[in-house]
């Protein structure tokens, strides 16, 4: 996280990325490093199995950008993932974790 | 029929069964289970190499020669370190590769075991995909699977890290997995194609941009046939010379920073740009801004992230190069498009490439030719980087697909030799030739040794000026002419090194009659190293400096 504060963060316009994977060491760094190495900072992540557990689903908070429609294909070509959705920062996946989070 | 077999065994059983018959490598502890059950098999060749880097090139020159996916071997920890560069080469220039190395037993992975690296986590930003096995069992599934990744879409390189436990386990195999092999692309949306023919069958200045895309896909013959069917006058990238003979009537050769000023004039005045298998490379656009400004532009890729990722295209298609250009081909009009095409020779005839004093075979372009004069087609002409990689670009008569070798993407001092070792080993037939530069055969002089193991047929010709020299000009155009670490102030006797590493060598500046020394080295069968000194002040012309317009050029 970088250190601008809340409000600052709030004005910046945010979407919310679902990424489904094979879930699996190592699948979370290939998604996460395409952003680290464009400098281009996760604001949050949320990462569970879904069903019988072959699969996950990562959740990514990043701020708009030029580079996401970019960032996004990127991510489609990683052999372990099976699919990526783009919505917008109200969506509530992040909306109750506030309480998690206070300073 | 059951059999029981060790991680080892079935490694080297699946690499068998892909069809694989020489390997590179290098190995060390963490791989010897490997290196037992590989010393057990009749099929493969293995390589030794004397440098795992070196390794890695050989198998890139086998791959690039041929096409097909080549393998490379390290042990764990410095093993796996020293082929990251070759690695990161070949996902640069789309190579299919498939490494693989050893690991520390699974039981010590992460306690800093000796010789132990995170190879996996070093791997994932520089590989396609990279693979940690857990079990033997895993292998039959991640091998033929590391194959077909390889091969399959935009090629690139596979690492598989195979920790020492899993290559000794021991379980039953009753059934084999078939080969990886490539997967076919979807198929180019028919209605974008239909776009693109109208865009092209209505457009007054086109140009075809043909990048290593088209030597992937084995798509040279039909870019050619549109270029003739379309009059397109053709530009190619550094990947994709070869894939239309320099000398036929619509090339205009290589584009971009060391491009001939007509070439990239040309590409200043068209009004649709027809871009295949090229990526808009920095080096091959200039100042993005400002490449072909006046163009429309149909930008053809299997890659769907190199869309509209440097340039936006008014057409994009996804496709395996072709496929698409099958598709393409019946639909574009016949046009013999006489002011364009006419406009493009006149561009050449006002603008022509210097190819100044190539009756000189002390020159760096006359010594191109001179070597050049030398061979046919057939042969196979490897590089390294700097300086007389861009003149052997801009000066051989490149006429075939994979006839050049050369690192593009990352840049690679050191790739010349062992890649030229490689293509040697996978094509015994053709003659291989590696331009080289004083600063790069440094860099992995060490596999002269292997040459000489292998019996390789292989002709080195080192360009010796005594300098880094794209650097020595880069400071001498841009910082002054203040001149740092970019000249050597002690220079080896390449002459005696060669020949203490067991290879022929010939000094070409001691012969009265270079042409006829040039001859008789590289008609003799084997490996060797001719040397050539060579004047330290010529730069690389023409040259858009770095940032600039590619119209911007200067020199020359």
């Not at chain 2, 060390?28 to 290196?35: K, Q, S, V």
């Not at chain 2, 795992?52 to 090139?57: I, L, S, Y």
């Not at chain 2, 693109?196 to 043909?210: D, F, G, K, Q, V």
Request: proline share 6%; hydrophobic share 45%.
């Amino acid at each position: 996280m970088n250190a601008i504060n809340r409000n600052e963060q709030n004005a910046i316009a945010r979407a919310v990325l679902e990424i489904d994977v094979n879930n699996h060491a190592g699948v979370m760094s290939h998604v996460v490093g395409l952003f680290s190495r464009r400098s281009y900072n996760v604001e949050g992540i949320l990462c569970l199995p879904v069903g019988d557990g072959r699969q996950s689903r990562i959740w990514l908070l990043v701020n708009e950008d030029q580079r996401l429609a970019q960032m996004m294909k990127q991510v489609e070509k990683l052999e372990d993932v099976i699919a990526i959705r783009r919505h917008n920062a109200d969506h509530a996946v992040f909306q109750d974790l506030e309480t998690f989070f206070r300073p | 029929m059951t059999e029981t077999l060790t991680g080892a065994q079935i490694t080297v059983r699946l690499l068998e069964r892909q069809g694989i018959r020489t390997v590179a490598g290098i190995p060390g502890g963490a791989i010897l289970p490997i290196y037992d059950a590989l010393g057990q098999s009749t099929a493969i060749h293995h390589v030794l190499a004397r440098h795992e880097q070196g390794a890695g090139f050989m198998a890139q020159g086998m791959a690039r020669a041929t096409g097909l996916p080549a393998v490379c071997l390290a042990s764990s920890g410095p093993g796996a370190t020293n082929l990251l560069t070759a690695i990161a080469d070949a996902k640069l220039d789309s190579i299919p590769l498939v490494a693989i190395t050893g690991q520390v037993p699974k039981a010590m992975i992460g306690t800093d075991a000796f010789q132990e690296v995170d190879t996996y986590g070093l791997s994932i930003p520089i590989t396609k995909h990279n693979f940690l096995v857990s079990s033997a069992d895993e292998l039959l599934e991640v091998i033929p699977r590391a194959f077909r990744i390889a091969a399959s879409g935009r090629p690139g390189p596979v690492l598989i890290d195979i920790p020492k436990d899993v290559q000794t386990q021991a379980i039953e195999v009753s059934q084999w997995p078939e080969p990886g092999r490539t997967e076919p692309a979807p198929a180019a949306d028919p209605a974008l194609i239909e776009q693109a023919a109208t865009m092209i069958n209505s457009a007054e200045r086109p140009i075809l941009y043909l990048g290593g895309g088209v030597i992937h896909s084995g798509a040279s013959a039909a870019a050619i046939e549109l270029a003739e069917k379309a009059s397109l006058p053709t530009v190619m990238t550094l990947m994709a010379l070869g894939a239309m003979p320099v000398d036929h009537p619509l090339a205009l050769g290589m584009l971009g920073m060391h491009a001939a000023r007509y070439t990239n004039l040309a590409l200043d005045e068209c009004d649709l740009l027809i871009a295949v298998g090229a990526r808009f490379d920095d080096r091959a656009t200039g100042k993005v801004a400002a490449f072909c400004p006046q163009a429309k532009i149909i930008h053809i890729d299997i890659d769907p992230a190199e869309l509209d990722k440097i340039k936006t295209a008014h057409i994009g298609i996804t496709a395996d190069i072709g496929e698409a250009l099958g598709q393409l081909l019946p639909v574009v009009f016949q046009n013999s498009r006489k002011i364009w095409v006419d406009r493009s020779n006149a561009l050449k005839a006002e603008f022509p490439f210097d190819l100044h004093s190539t009756d000189n075979p002390r020159s760096h372009f006359g010594l191109i030719q001179s070597v050049a004069a030398c061979l046919d087609d057939d042969a196979i002409i490897a590089t390294d980087v700097g300086q007389h990689q861009m003149w052997v670009a801009q000066a051989y008569p490149l006429r075939r697909p994979r006839q050049w070798l050369t690192s593009g993407g990352l840049g690679t001092m050191g790739f010349g030799v062992p890649a030229a070792i490689g293509a040697a080993l996978a094509e015994r037939q053709r003659t291989v030739v590696c331009f080289t530069g004083d600063g790069s055969i440094m860099m992995n002089i060490q596999e002269l040794v292997t040459a000489a193991e292998e019996n390789v047929n292989i002709k080195i010709v080192l360009m010796d000026n005594a300098t880094l020299g794209l650097v020595h000009q880069q400071q001498t155009l841009f910082y002054g002419e203040r001149l740092f670490a970019s000249q050597f102030r002690s220079s080896p006797n390449f002459v005696k090194i060669a020949e203490g590493f067991g290879i022929a060598a010939v000094d070409l500046d001691t012969f009265d009659n270079p042409c006829a020394t040039l001859r008789e080295a590289i008609s003799r069968p084997g490996p060797c190293l001719i040397h050539a000194s060579i004047d330290a002040e010529q730069k690389v012309y023409p040259m858009v400096p770095p940032g600039a317009a590619n119209r911007d050029m200067i020199g020359a």
